[in-house]
Structure formats: C-alpha cells, structure tokens
C-alpha cells in the first residue's frame, strides 16, 4: 500500500494528529454549539421545502420526517463517538484519513463540498424566493437578490469563528422561537376550531381530503431524498466541534438533544400544518407557515413569518460556508484539495475554503438568472447526492472504529452509538434505498441519480491530480515522525 494510503494510526499505533487542526481559535461556547445543533436541525428544507412536499404526498409527509429524522439522529450520534474519540475541525475527514487513508478523506471532502456548495445555491434561491414576498422586492429580479444573499453572509463569515457563532446562536434562537409560535397558535387555533380563511381546522381537514395518504404511499416514499435535505446540516455541530473548549461535556447533550427536537419541530409542526388546513393549500412557491398565517389575516403576521424563514436560509448558508471552509482546509493540508483553500487569516477563518465555496454561490447566481423556476429543485437533488454520501462516509468511519476497538487498536469513548454495528450496516441500507427512490421518482431526481457515474469518474480523475501532492506530503510528515 501507498504511503498516501496507509492510515498513520493503524501503522504506527500513534495517536492521529490531524495537521488541520492547528491555528483555529477555541471560541465556541456551550451555548454557541447547543443553538448550532438546534440550527442545524431546522433549515431551509422545513421552511420552504415542506410547502411543496406536503402539497404532494399530503399528510403522510409527517412520516417521512420521522423516519428521515431516525437516521440523521443515527448519523450525528456516529459522529458525536468519533468527537469524543478525537475532535477535529476537519471532522468527518479526519476520521476517514485516520480509518480509511487519503483515498477516504479524499472522497469524503469533495461529496461534502458536493453537499454544500449545492446547498448553497438552494439557500441563495430560498432566500430570493422569501425576498419576492414582499411588494418592494417582488420587481427585483431573483439573481440579484441571490446575490445580495451571498454577499452579506460571505462577509459575516470572514470575520470569526466567534463571530460565526454569535450569528448562528441568534438565528437559531429567531427560527426556534418563530417555530414554537406557530405551534402554540396551530395548537390555539385546532383547539377552539377557529376559522382560517374559511376552514375549519381539526382532524376532519386530513379525514375529508383523502386522509393520510391522499395520493397513496408512493409519492411519500419518492419524497424522502427531499426530506433527508431538509437534515443537511445536522453534522455542523461535529465540525465546530474542534473550535470548542471542553467538547467532552458539550457534544453528548447538544447531539442527544437533537432527537426530541427533530420529532417536536419537525414532526409536530406539519402534522399541524395537516390540521389546519387540506394539503392542497400549500405550494412549492410559498413557505407553509407563511401561508398559513395569511390565511388567518393578520396584519402583518405573514410578514413577519417570511422575515424568519429568509432567516433560516441565511443561516444555512452561514452555516455550509463555514464548515465547507474548514473541511477544505483539513483537505488542503494533506495536498487533496486546492492549496490556497489552507490559507487563514488573523482571526483563525480559513478564507480560501470559504471563498471557494462562495464562487459555487455564484454559479448559483448564475442558476436563478437561466432557469429561476426550477433552480431550487435542481441543485435539491444534487445535494441530496452530497448529502447521502456524506452521511454514507460518516457511518463506515463509525464501522470502522468499532472493528478497531473490537481489536483493541482504539477505545471507545463512554459516549457511544447504541447498537453498533447494526445501527451503521442499517443506515448504510437506508442510504441506498434513498438511491433508488430519486431513480425511481423520474425528472430531475432520475437525472441526478445517472450523474453518479460523472460525479465518481471527476472523483476519480481528481485523485490521479492530486494523488502525488497528497504521496509528497505524508512521505515528508513520516520523515518529521522518523
């Protein structure tokens, strides 16, 4: 084997030391990581995407957040191990070097750049869409208010980690404190019958239009690669994990949270959409929740709402430019990405990675100028793609380490993923029927599943690029060890 290939903690029994991790600042706090967890779980694919999911696969949709939030619990419960275990900045990555060899991280870095730079795009698309709400904006053409999204997020993630932080913490706080509105009013208004736009709302509004599966199982099955978007950013908090003090005591009760609040905001919050008005209400075009309080007529409810959910796509953004920066950079410093994506400035942010991220953005710009109606469900799909890899990444880093701590070369930490390995060789199993539900779903998802042999051969010919720059640089940290 190569010494590009040869993982340096099962050849040389040696703690592994990640060389990415250095410079970074340890400014995140407690707080800061509980809200980037919450944030993580509650993004643009609830807020914009549940419209038009729900208005094909009606109430049923409720199950396929469960389920999709099951796995994602799984998924950041795997990582939260591997943190405990050794936290990192390059997170994943890092793990898939040390378990896997260059090969691994290399593969697992660019389906996360895949995922992000994608998202990206669907964030810049949302927050347009959110901006036309509003009489002022509605004459702007989409790309330009795309890029003024770009613009200003990308400016408040080159300052600091710290103030990164500050960013998301409130934006979790809006976007958690819009949701628990919504369902206290939801809850108000199934509870007294009140009448919306003319309907009353209660279990008759799912009974009289079809039920649960107005339009059968299927389209709620052929839903779940939209859905498993909508968990996207579940792993961030993995990756600030290594610019936190103390993460030992942080991560476990900022992971475990996670699974109450997937099943509270999550699932709760559309079977209350179901409740409370018939399925056929809601749109692709329109965040549900802004629907929902237009409908009840107050001034300027639906205002406000639309403020909140162009928050959550603000965040998400924040969010993919921030961890994409430090993934790159973990990439960077063992040769397989781009070498002006290592490059910090004085604050501890990788700006190069970040930047990089940002030019995708751009092409999103681009995207909403040529096509601004099906911007948002194209690149959907092709992060969708990014995102089950990643998550595919995840779980075999987390087989791995439990083979190697059945062999005694690693421990466990206390903090463990229940039911190992079965819960990975699952999950793997889900991923791929993920797979074949977008081929079997036809347009744009089948489209995007036959890119996957483009998407490995680019991975492919991008090793044979890199592969020597990533040999010269582990042969030179073997020869420091030596």
Same mark, same amino acid.
């Given at each position: 084997?190569?010494?590009?290939?040869?993982?340096?903690?099962?050849?040389?029994?040696?703690?592994?030391?990640?060389?990415?991790?250095?410079?970074?600042? +340890?400014?995140?706090?407690?707080?800061?990581?509980?809200?980037?967890?919450?944030?993580?779980?509650?993004?643009?694919?609830?807020?914009?995407?549940?419209?038009?999911?729900?208005?094909?696969?009606?109430?049923?949709?409720?199950?396929?957040?469960?389920?999709?939030?099951?796995?994602?619990?799984?998924?950041?419960?795997?990582?939260?191990?591997?943190?405990?275990?050794?936290? =990192?900045?390059?997170?994943?990555?890092?793990?898939?070097?040390?378990?896997?060899?260059?090969?691994?991280?290399?593969?697992?870095?660019?389906?996360?750049?895949?995922?992000? =730079?994608?998202?990206?795009?669907?964030?810049?698309?949302?927050?347009?869409?959110?901006?036309?709400?509003?009489?002022?904006?509605?004459?702007?053409?989409?790309?330009?208010?795309?890029?003024?999204?770009?613009? $200003?997020?990308?400016?408040?993630?080159?300052?600091?980690? +710290?103030?990164?932080?500050?960013? &998301?913490?409130?934006?979790?706080?809006?976007?958690?404190?819009?949701?628990?509105?919504?369902?206290?009013?939801?809850?108000?208004?199934?509870?007294?019958?009140?009448?919306?736009?003319?309907?009353?709302?209660?279990?008759?509004?799912?009974?009289?239009?079809?039920?649960?599966?107005?339009?059968?199982?299927?389209?709620?099955?052929?839903?779940?690669?939209?859905?498993?978007?909508?968990?996207?950013?579940?792993?961030?908090?993995?990756?600030?994990?290594? &610019?936190?003090?103390?993460? &030992? +005591?942080?991560?476990?009760?900022?992971?475990?949270?996670?699974?109450?609040?997937?099943?509270?905001?999550? $699932?709760?919050? @559309?079977?209350?959409?179901?409740?409370?008005?018939?399925?056929?209400?809601? =749109?692709?075009?329109?965040?549900?929740?802004?629907?929902?309080?237009? +409908?009840?007529?107050?001034?300027?409810?639906?205002?406000?709402?639309?403020?909140?959910?162009?928050?959550?796509?603000?965040? =998400?953004?924040?969010?993919?430019?921030?961890?994409?920066?430090?993934?790159?950079?973990?990439?960077?410093?063992?040769?397989?990405?781009?070498?002006?994506?290592? @490059?910090?400035?004085?604050?501890?942010?990788?700006?190069?990675?970040?930047?990089?991220?940002?030019?995708?953005?751009?092409?999103?710009?681009?995207?909403?100028?040529?096509?601004?109606?099906?911007?948002?469900?194209?690149?959907?799909?092709?992060?969708?793609?990014?995102?089950?890899?990643?998550?595919?990444?995840?779980?075999?880093?987390?087989?791995?380490?439990?083979? *190697?701590?059945?062999?005694?070369?690693?421990?466990?930490?206390?903090?463990?993923?229940?039911?190992?390995?079965?819960?990975?060789?699952?999950?793997?199993?889900?991923?791929?029927?993920?797979?074949?539900?977008?081929?079997?779903?036809?347009?744009?998802? *089948?489209?995007?599943?036959?890119?996957?042999?483009?998407?490995?051969?680019?991975?492919?010919?991008?090793?044979?690029? $890199?592969?020597?720059?990533?040999?010269?640089? &582990?042969?030179?940290?073997?020869?420091?060890?030596?």
């Amino acid at each position: 084997m190569a010494a590009a290939d040869t993982p340096v903690a099962a050849a040389t029994g040696a703690p592994h030391v990640d060389a990415g991790d250095a410079g970074y600042r +340890k400014d995140l706090k407690s707080r800061h990581i509980n809200m980037i967890a919450i944030g993580g779980a509650i993004g643009t694919g609830l807020f914009l995407g549940a419209g038009g999911r729900m208005a094909n696969a009606g109430p049923s949709l409720f199950i396929a957040y469960a389920v999709c939030g099951v796995f994602a619990f799984f998924v950041v419960r795997a990582l939260g191990e591997l943190v405990l275990y050794r936290p =990192s900045s390059g997170a994943f990555v890092s793990y898939a070097r040390e378990f896997m060899g260059e090969k691994g991280a290399y593969t697992a870095g660019w389906l996360y750049f895949l995922n992000w =730079s994608t998202t990206a795009i669907a964030d810049i698309t949302a927050a347009a869409t959110y901006a036309h709400f509003w009489a002022m904006f509605s004459d702007i053409p989409q790309w330009v208010l795309a890029l003024i999204a770009l613009a $200003v997020v990308l400016t408040a993630n080159l300052i600091s980690v +710290k103030y990164f932080g500050e960013m &998301e913490f409130w934006f979790a706080i809006i976007k958690v404190a819009a949701l628990v509105v919504f369902m206290l009013v939801g809850i108000f208004l199934v509870v007294t019958s009140h009448d919306i736009g003319g309907h009353t709302p209660g279990l008759a509004t799912i009974s009289d239009n079809g039920g649960i599966f107005p339009s059968g199982v299927m389209p709620m099955l052929l839903l779940i690669q939209g859905v498993v978007f909508a968990y996207a950013s579940v792993e961030l908090c993995g990756v600030a994990a290594g &610019e936190t003090e103390n993460p &030992e +005591k942080i991560m476990p009760k900022a992971i475990n949270s996670i699974m109450w609040r997937v099943g509270l905001f999550y $699932v709760g919050s @559309v079977v209350l959409l179901a409740l409370l008005l018939p399925y056929t209400a809601y =749109s692709g075009d329109e965040s549900p929740f802004v629907t929902v309080f237009d +409908k009840l007529g107050i001034p300027g409810a639906a205002g406000v709402m639309n403020l909140v959910v162009l928050t959550a796509a603000l965040s =998400s953004l924040n969010s993919g430019l921030y961890s994409t920066g430090r993934i790159l950079r973990s990439m960077s410093m063992s040769g397989s990405a781009p070498k002006f994506t290592g @490059v910090m400035n004085k604050g501890g942010v990788p700006y190069g990675g970040i930047l990089l991220t940002a030019a995708f953005g751009v092409l999103g710009v681009g995207l909403n100028y040529v096509m601004p109606g099906d911007a948002f469900e194209l690149v959907l799909n092709f992060a969708s793609i990014g995102i089950i890899g990643t998550w595919a990444m995840i779980m075999v880093c987390s087989l791995l380490f439990w083979h *190697r701590s059945k062999d005694g070369r690693v421990t466990r930490p206390g903090y463990q993923l229940p039911w190992a390995p079965y819960t990975q060789l699952v999950t793997l199993f889900f991923l791929a029927s993920v797979l074949v539900l977008m081929w079997m779903d036809g347009g744009i998802a *089948r489209t995007t599943v036959n890119c996957l042999p483009l998407i490995a051969a680019a991975l492919v010919g991008g090793w044979y690029v $890199v592969r020597k720059r990533v040999g010269r640089i &582990e042969a030179e940290r073997e020869d420091v060890r030596a």
